[in-house]
């Protein structure tokens, strides 16, 4: 059983990486700043593992500003790039993945492992207790 949880999550993981590809409405009226949540990916992923239903009232459909250190950058299969940002947790399995659109490709082009960054993005639930993102942006 746990050979195959490590073949599914990377799997499901990969076919839903930047799946989304939406592009950033670079909006940034008032009322979505207010509704803006802070938090680490430490945070997140903590949320994720005690209680869901619970991570997903706070993160879910909500725009959240995350700073942390780039674990990883890639591109999913349909070419829109995303970032893992580590946890520090062992094996790093439910790091957290921001999505962005193909718009971004330059900018994160830029960006390294290890360095730390913010980001700002849409809270898109968990796929097997992994924190995603969608509609994501560099925050300046």
């Known amino acids: 059983m746990k050979k195959l949880a490590w073949i599914t999550v990377p799997l499901m993981t990969l076919a839903l990486t930047g799946c989304g590809g939406k592009k950033s409405s670079g909006g940034g ?5 207010e509704q803006t949540v802070t938090a680490t990916p430490q945070e997140m992923v903590k949320a994720y593992a005690a209680n869901t239903v619970a991570a997903d009232q706070k993160f879910k459909d909500k725009r959240i500003k995350v700073t942390g250190v780039v674990k990883d950058i890639n591109t999913g299969i349909t070419g829109a790039p995303y970032v893992i940002m580590s946890t ?6 439910y790091d957290p993945h921001f999505n962005f659109s193909k718009d971004h490709l330059n900018e994160l082009a830029k960006v390294q492992k290890g360095k ?5 993005c849409t809270g898109h639930g968990d796929i097997a207790k992994t924190p995603m993102n969608e509609d994501c942006e560099l925050s300046k």
């Open 29 to 33: 009226d008032a009322k979505s700043a």
């Open 88 to 93: 520090g947790y062992k094996y790093g399995l």
């Open 116 to 120: 730390s960054i913010t980001v700002i």
